[in-house]
Every structure is written in structure tokens, then in C-alpha cells.
């Protein structure tokens, strides 16, 4: 059980970033516009990922973990993992796994869409305002979108979560745009 709770957390981080790898042996891709998404504790693992590959130009993290230790409070499964990693590798676990412990680390060259729902009761929005601030003080370009009355799944809202994905990934993207401006947020 152990080492399937290590795995569920150092492990998946290196699959994402042995992905991009093997995509390079697949096909052509263009390594100068890596992006990667992640959702819920897949925000979480797109922000160690980042934290370990500075060579990714977009994210796009959506109700995504970023202290550990207060999601904790609010989700007994992820509680029970990391007590068991506590066990293992001692108190910090938390701390390194929590992006709001290493923005410092974060690619100064990204470009981040952080979506939350205001009604989330299984990670709190404060947690996506937590990174905001951990962002603006680091001076990295990103954008900070709460939807009003939107859950974790931030239901009723796909139309809404596309149409933000679909132009960010435009602006982020584009030629003209050489640089955006840093801390923006919207509402």
C-alpha cells in the first residue's frame, strides 16, 4: 500500500514529464509551445512537473491543490495518502508538495490560467487566490478566473471553461503577442 501511495504522487510527476520525451520520438512536435493542464490533484502534479520543467509555455490548472496540508482538512482520501507518505519521508511532505511553497521554482516563462469555482467544497477557491498572490510576488504572467456558483466539476460552466481555454491558448499562442501582462486577474 505504500508504494502505491508514492506512486500516486512522485511517479505520476515523472510520467507526465516522460510523456514529453516519447512525444518528441512519435511525431514532430513543437517543443517551443509545450502547455499542460491539469485538474484537482492534476493541478497539483502540473505544478511539480513545472516546478521540475521550465520549458513549458502554458498551464492551465483548474480547481487545482495548491496547499496540500489545508486540502487535507477538507478530503479524508488525500488525508489518509499523505499520512502514510508522512510516515515515509517526514512532516515536509506537505510543503513539498504544495505549490504555494515553491512559486520561486515555478518557469518564470509560463503563462498560467488558473480557473476555480466559488461554490468548490472539495479544494477551496482560497487556495487558487493563495497561488494568485504566491504568483503576482514572483511577477509571473497569469490569469486568475473564478466562476460565481461553480462547483469542483464547475458544472453548468463547460461552455464558459472552453471559450477561457480556447482563448487563452490563442493569446498565450499567438505571434503578435509577445508579452502579456503579468498578474491578471478576472472575475
Given at each position: 500500500?505504500?508504494?502505491?501511495?508514492?506512486?500516486?504522487?512522485?511517479?505520476?510527476?515523472?510520467?507526465?514529464?516522460?510523456?514529453?520525451?516519447?512525444?518528441?520520438?512519435?511525431?514532430?512536435?513543437?517543443?517551443?509551445?509545450?502547455?499542460?493542464?491539469?485538474?484537482?490533484?492534476?493541478?497539483?502534479?502540473?505544478?511539480?512537473?513545472?516546478?521540475?520543467?521550465?520549458?513549458?509555455?502554458?498551464?492551465?490548472?483548474?480547481?487545482?491543490?495548491?496547499?496540500?496540508?489545508?486540502?487535507?482538512?477538507?478530503v479524508p482520501r488525500i488525508?489518509?495518502?499523505?499520512?502514510?507518505?508522512?510516515?515515509?519521508?517526514?512532516?515536509?511532505?506537505?510543503?513539498?508538495?504544495?505549490?504555494?511553497?515553491?512559486?520561486?521554482?515555478?518557469?518564470?516563462?509560463?503563462?498560467?490560467?488558473?480557473?476555480?469555482?466559488?461554490?468548490?467544497?472539495?479544494?477551496?477557491?482560497?487556495?487558487?487566490?493563495?497561488?494568485?498572490?504566491?504568483?503576482?510576488?514572483?511577477?509571473?504572467?497569469?490569469?486568475?478566473?473564478?466562476?460565481?456558483?461553480?462547483?469542483?466539476?464547475?458544472?453548468?460552466?463547460?461552455?464558459?471553461?472552453?471559450?477561457?481555454?480556447?482563448?487563452?491558448?490563442?493569446?498565450?499562442?499567438?505571434?503578435?503577442?509577445?508579452?502579456?501582462?503579468?498578474?491578471?486577474?478576472?472575475?
Open positions: 500500500m505504500m508504494n502505491c501511495t508514492m506512486n500516486l504522487v512522485e511517479s505520476d510527476v515523472d510520467d507526465i514529464l516522460n510523456l514529453m520525451e516519447i512525444a518528441k520520438e512519435i511525431h514532430s512536435p513543437d517543443t517551443s509551445r509545450w502547455a499542460m493542464e491539469g485538474w484537482s490533484r492534476g493541478g497539483m502534479m502540473t505544478y511539480l512537473a513545472l516546478r521540475k520543467r521550465h520549458d513549458v509555455k502554458a498551464a492551465i490548472i483548474s480547481g487545482g491543490i495548491t496547499d496540500v496540508a489545508e486540502c487535507c482538512l477538507n488525508q489518509a495518502t499523505l499520512q502514510q507518505l508522512v510516515q515515509i519521508e517526514g512532516i515536509r511532505v506537505y510543503e513539498k508538495r504544495s505549490a504555494i511553497h515553491f512559486a520561486d521554482e515555478l518557469p518564470k516563462d509560463c503563462k498560467y490560467l488558473i480557473i476555480h469555482g466559488t461554490r468548490d467544497e472539495t479544494v477551496s477557491p482560497l487556495q487558487a487566490i493563495k497561488i494568485a498572490e504566491k504568483l503576482l510576488e514572483q511577477k509571473l504572467h497569469f490569469r486568475l478566473v473564478l466562476l460565481e456558483e461553480a462547483d469542483h466539476f464547475l458544472k453548468g460552466k463547460k461552455k464558459e471553461v472552453d471559450a477561457l481555454r480556447k482563448s487563452q491558448s490563442d493569446f498565450w499562442f499567438s505571434s503578435r503577442v509577445s508579452s502579456p501582462f503579468p498578474g491578471q486577474v478576472g472575475l
